[in-house]
């Protein structure tokens, strides 16, 4: 997306924030690198299944599940 100095922040992460949920549409997508309305659409559509909606908000289990659902 960006091409700042945060588009690269899970290289600075160390291996417990990678396993920490992921809340909510926007943080989910600068862990994947799409807007929130991509999210929301991968979502719906069953592409991202790792992620679940918990009291009407997007939760993902960790960002090393979302990257591994993704082949990264």
Known sequence: MSDNADSNHLVNRD???LDKPIWGAEGIGEVIDRT?????HLYHS???KSIRK???RLVAPSARALLRELGA
């Open 46 to 48: 069953g592409a991202l």
């Open 15 to 17: 291996s417990a924030d």
């Open 36 to 40: 929130p309305r991509q999210v929301f």
């Open 54 to 56: 918990v009291g009407g």
